[in-house]
């Protein structure tokens, strides 16, 4: 897969909210670093973390632009609350081996209802 036909199923994955079958486009020993949150390693970190983020919230991925340049996709996102973001996947040999993802995290919480963090 190119890395932008990667993203656009890892979009239809998301917003299945199958933290399964999202993190098999995953390599490995491949990273997820959400900004606002500590980087995951590993498929299986990835997978847990979709399954938290998954269970906390419905989640629905907008994609407004999805670009490609080489190993690289980069997706513009919105959200039906009106959340925007983006995130940045590299794809080495059809499954993602980093990917960076930047939210307002503080919006995100609020508009779940969420706890806010104390520090």
């Known amino acids: 897969m190119t890395p932008k036909a990667l993203v656009q199923e890892w979009v239809k994955r998301f917003n299945a909210g199958d933290a399964e079958a999202i993190a098999e486009l ?9 900004v606002t949150n500590d980087p995951m390693e590993g498929q299986a970190a990835i997978k847990a973390m979709f399954e938290a983020e998954f269970a906390a919230a419905e989640m629905t991925c907008i994609p407004e ?7 690289w996709a980069i ?9 925007r973001g983006c995130g940045f996947f590299r794809v080495v040999e059809g499954k ?22 104390t520090e």
């Not at 995953?26 to 959400?34: E, F, G």
């Not at 632009?65 to 190993?71: A, R, T």
């Open 75 to 83: 997706l513009e996102w919105r959200d039906p609350l009106g959340l």
């Open 26 to 34: 995953y390599h490995a020993d491949a990273i997820n670093h959400q």
């Open 65 to 71: 632009n999805i670009f490609e340049d080489g190993e």
């Open 96 to 117: 993602i081996q980093f990917q960076r993802g930047y939210w307002d995290k503080l919006s995100f919480l609020r508009m779940h209802n969420l706890p806010l963090p």
